[in-house]
């Protein structure tokens, strides 16, 4: 008896792989009384986003990963740390994060919030038509 393989047959451009992560709010399912998942884009924009905030010795067992970027909030606010803000988040989510294809950073210094705006513009492997925008605000907490 031979198998059948469904993705041979399937004529959809995107790819029969669908990315989950757990919710890390831990919100229960109301159905199922489980953790809730979060899947496809919603979850890769998590990760980038945790990625992101996460530095260096913060994950056990894993020192290499972070990005650093919480030690540059403290620096004085120059285009020159928007830059280097910009090159270290490019940095994490090109080596860390293999579900997104990155296509841009950009961080833009807010002087009289101090604080720095980041756009993060990327491409799902298992999607790479749709471009997904990713923006969020980056603040020292001290």
Known sequence: ??????????????????????????????????????????????????????????KPFHPEIGSGVRDLLFENMTPLTAQVLSQKIQDVINNFEPRAQLAGVEVIPRFDNNTYEVIVEFYMVNAPAELIDLAFTLERLR
């Open 1 to 58: 008896m031979s198998r059948y393989d469904a993705t041979q047959t399937n004529e959809s451009t995107r790819s029969s792989q669908i990315f989950k992560d757990l919710n890390l709010d831990f919100q229960q399912n109301t159905a199922t009384k489980d953790i809730q998942k979060m899947k496809d884009i919603e979850a890769v924009k998590r990760s980038v986003k945790n990625l992101i905030n996460t530095n260096h010795y913060e």
